[in-house]
């Protein structure tokens, strides 16, 4: 595969679907915990890369509100590997800058990586070269809910009026509300679809999909991935004469109308 060098904008902030493990693993007739952890480098390639190019958030859905429901061996495996990951990777990720944020239902977790997430959030909260946000025990309908509940109890109070509940009110308590909704979305391992992750900030997220598993995945695809989202339009809803003529009066933030 030759891609050129991509000149157009790159996406401020990605989401990754990290699919293909147990897939990858099956192939190789191996325990499907295998596949997580041959896995688990490809996650550092995809921050590297991320660091390389600039790119401000990475959000990477490592494990799913459904993935619970997974055999017990295998949910064991992937705390086991959370936890390992905790314990060797954050140091050198505040060392690069990264900050690392948990998304997701963490009450779930036991408590030695719920520690080990607070540490990891609280000793890299002063980093901002790029954001690294990790959904795991990850919902998107959860989060919605969560958020609708956060407003009700707002409302409740006295804070809010119920008239005041709007796109507005309920993004900002959605996760990583603080971040702007991601540019480009990438999954990995052959499905076409979104499997509950960020359903809210996905609304208009440029998609792209890969049949390669993710134990595989890596920065020549990550190249034509940013390549494709470079040569998107974007519309947001409008037509693509207005889009020029936004582009053509701010060429830097064309990308946002
Ligand atoms: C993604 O890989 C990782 C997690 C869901 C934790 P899978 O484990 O879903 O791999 P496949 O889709 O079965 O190949
Ligand atoms: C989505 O993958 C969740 C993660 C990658 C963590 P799944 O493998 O759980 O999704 P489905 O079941 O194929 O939709
Ligand atoms: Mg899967």
Redesign the pocket.
């Known amino acids: 595969m030759n891609i050129p060098s991509q000149t157009g904008p790159v996406p401020r902030h990605i989401a990754v679907?990290?699919?293909g493990n147990g897939r990858w693993a099956a192939r190789r007739k191996r325990p499907r915990a295998i596949g997580h952890r041959a896995g688990a480098r490809t996650v550092n390639v995809c921050i590297d890369f991320c660091l390389e190019r600039g790119v401000e958030a990475l959000t990477l859905?490592?494990?799913?509100s459904?993935?619970w429901g997974r055999p017990d061996e295998e949910v064991g495996a992937l705390m086991k590997l959370f936890l390992g990951a905790l314990d060797r990777e954050v140091g050198e990720l505040h060392r690069r800058g990264v900050r690392l944020r948990f998304i997701g239902e963490r009450s779930r977790f036991s408590e030695a990586i719920r520690q080990r997430m607070a540490a990891a959030e609280a000793q890299t909260a002063g980093n901002a070269r790029l954001s690294l946000n990790v959904?795991a025990s990850y919902g998107g309908r959860q989060d919605i809910a969560m958020a609708a509940r956060a407003l009700a109890e707002d409302v409740a109070a006295g804070r809010l009026k119920a008239d005041d509940i709007d796109e507005t009110t309920l993004g900002a308590r959605v996760a990583l509300a603080d971040l702007p909704a991601p540019d480009l979305f990438i999954r990995t391992?052959g499905?076409l679809?979104v499997?509950n992750?960020l359903l809210w900030q996905l609304a208009y997220t440029e998609l792209w999909f890969t049949e390669t598993l993710w134990p595989e995945f890596g920065v020549e695809e990550l190249e034509q991935a940013l390549h494709v989202y470079a040569s998107r339009e974007r519309r947001f809803g409008l037509t693509g004469e207005q889009i020029a003529a936004t582009q053509a009066a701010s060429p830097m933030e064309g990308r946002h109308p």
């Open positions: 679907i990290m699919d859905f490592a494990f799913s459904e993935n959904a391992g499905d679809r499997s992750f």
